[in-house]
Nanobody, 126 residues
Framework: QVQLVESGGGLVQAGGSLRLSCAAS????????MAWFRQAPGKERDFVAA????????YYIDSVKGRFTISRDNAKNTVYLQMNSLEPEDTAVYYC???????????????????WGQGTQVTVSS
């Protein structure tokens, strides 16, 4: 069983920055493919970014490219999402997700991931 705990959310003005963290349990974190998703009120959960096991490959949705950066520290069992130039449209609950197996499912699909955190709220005011 893998437990994921997000932190770092909050209220920020448009143009500001936040850094989200997701701490994972287990001694095999370095084998997990990790991702961030977000869900705005009344909308479906959407993919934001993903990172491979070594951290050498990342994948983003177009709307956050150049503004968000996903990274990981396998020694600390933690994945991060650095969010800069935040916009009101980024307001959502942000979730981290873990895929502990070798799957060919596209990173943007929620069905790829077996484990999810409880989410952290990000609110961007205009």
């Amino acid at each position: 069983q893998v437990q994921l705990v997000e932190s770092g959310g909050g209220l920020v003005q448009a143009g500001g920055s936040l850094r989200l963290s997701c701490a994972a349990s287990g001694r095999t974190f370095s084998t997990y493919y990790m991702a961030w998703f977000r869900q705005a009120p009344g909308k479906e959960r959407d993919f934001v970014a993903a990172i491979n096991r070594s951290g050498g490959s990342t994948y983003y949705i177009d709307s956050v490219k150049g503004r968000f950066t996903i990274s990981r520290d396998n020694a600390k069992n933690t994945v991060y999402l650095q969010m800069n130039s935040l916009e009101p449209e980024d307001t959502a609950v942000y979730y981290c997700a873990a895929d502990p197996t070798i799957r060919s499912t596209a990173p943007r699909l929620p069905t790829r991931y077996d484990y999810w955190g409880q989410g952290t709220q990000v609110t961007v005011s205009s």
